[in-house]
């Protein structure tokens, strides 16, 4: 399974983005997808995750009510719509794929991992 994230780049304090990760490899359909992020000096944190099915997502209490992500299987992409975006969420963020139907918040768990797009938060 290869992913390819992309949709960063420069935006303005309370401005919007929307992130995108391509898959290829084999069907996307059996794979939890999650979004990590990696601000610079700090950790990789959870920002949110989503079923193989896309009937249940999950969200880090600090993006929760802002960010969205979902999935579209027939694409074999899935998406985190960023609003309200806030200086504290520059990073590299990362789509990840865990194999099997429910995402998590380890980062560990997750088995395939694209390159990463900078987000950039101007205040």
């Known amino acids: 399974v290869q992913l390819q994230a992309f949709g960063g780049g420069l935006v303005q304090a309370g401005g919007s983005l929307r992130l995108s990760c391509a898959r290829s490899g084999p069907t996307f359909s059996r794979y939890a997808m999650g979004w990590f992020r990696q601000a610079p000096g700090k950790e990789r944190e959870f920002v949110a995750a989503i079923t193989w099915s896309g009937g249940r997502s999950y969200y880090a209490d600090s993006v929760k009510g802002r960010f969205t992500i979902s999935r579209d299987n027939a694409k074999e992409t899935v998406y985190l719509q960023m609003n309200s975006l806030k200086p504290e969420d520059t990073a590299v963020y990362y789509c990840?794929?865990?194999?099997?139907?429910?995402?998590?918040?380890?980062?560990?768990?997750?088995?395939?991992w694209g390159q990463g797009t900078l987000v950039t938060v101007s205040s």
């Open positions: 990840a794929a865990l194999t099997g139907a429910w995402g998590t918040i380890r980062s560990r768990d997750y088995d395939y």
